[in-house]
Structure formats: structure tokens, C-alpha cells
């Protein structure tokens, strides 16, 4: 459906929350004939939406695309709450989708330079890994009902003068699993 909101050059907020969503793939995204020659869709760099704000909680998603951000350069605000995302460091690769193909997928959540609010409450999470966040202007993020969650005080590396909001609770924290930087 992804591809029909293409057209819509005016739409800033898009919620597809509590849906069935898995896989976002890039089909989702191109149009018809945009495929290399052993078929496969191929990225092209207009394909692009204007959506500022989205919600995708409440789905299944366990992980976005490493062109995903990519797709939405204006993005401000996105609600991945109630999935099953697991994070990439940004010394990772920089990309989703993990190093190796027997790695557990995550989702780079550095380097998305628009990106202010961003909710991954509910997703399972017990580590972060380091630089989590790098280069990733965050007002405010929701770590909340992650049940076990540690943040090593790399994680958050680089958020220090820009995060405002920071809400951890429901994770059952103790003073072992949060080292956070002042």
C-alpha cells in the first residue's frame, strides 16, 4: 500500500498502526517496471514520501529496511511501539538487516537526520548496543515496557544535547542495567 501514498504529495502524518504488517519491502515502494534484469525491484532515489509523522505500532515488524529512512527523508516523528525490533549499533555496518545472514535482523536508528521522536516501547528490547543513536537529533525517545532493558551509556552516545524526553519505565530496571550519560 505503500505505493499508493506515493502519489499523495501533501500527506504528512500516516498511521497503518495495529495492522498485520511484517515485511516492508521495497515493491511497496516501486513502480511498476523499476526491476533489474533478474527481476528484482530496484530502489530509485525519487521514490520518496512527504510523510513527516508516522505510526506503525502494533504490528509485526522485525525489522525495516535499510532504505527505509531513506523513502522517508522528512520524517520527524515514528511510532514502532508493540513490534519486535532489535536496534543496530552504528558500528554495525550501518544497515539494517544485520552483518550476516545468520544475525538477528535490527533496524539502524543512526544517522536519520530529521528524525525527533521516536517510540520503541514494547518491542522486547533487553541491550542496546553502542552508538544506537548516532547522529540522530532525538527530542525524545520511549524505551518504556521493555522488560530487562540495558543501556550502556554508549547507546545513547551522541544524544546528549539534543534529547529532552527519555521514558524508561516498566523496564525493571536496576542500577546494573542503566548508565546513562549526563
Known sequence: ????????????????????????????????????????AVWQEDTVLSVRSMDLHGNAIRALPHWFFDALPQLEAIDLGSNSLQPCGSDMGGKSGGGSPEAE?????????????????????????????????????????????????AALEGLEHSLQQLWLRGNHMDNSRAEIPC
Open 105 to 153: 535482523p535490527c533496524t539502524a536508528f543512526h544517522s536519520i537526520p530529521h528524525l525527533q521522536h521516536l517510540s520503541l516501547r514494547r518491542n522486547s528490547l533487553t541491550q542496546l548496543p553502542p552508538h544506537t543513536f548516532s547522529r540522530t537529533p532525538l527530542l525524545s525517545l520511549d524505551l518504556s515496557e521493555n522488560r530487562g532493558l540495558a543501556v550502556p551509556w
Open 1 to 40: 500500500p505503500l505505493l499508493f501514498f506515493r502519489a499523495m504529495s501533501s500527506l504528512f502524518t500516516l498511521s497503518v498502526a495495529m495492522n498485520c504488517l511484517q515485511n516492508i519491502t521495497m515493491e511497496l515502494l516501486s513502480r511498476d517496471g523499476d526491476r533489474d534484469s533478474n527481476g528484482t
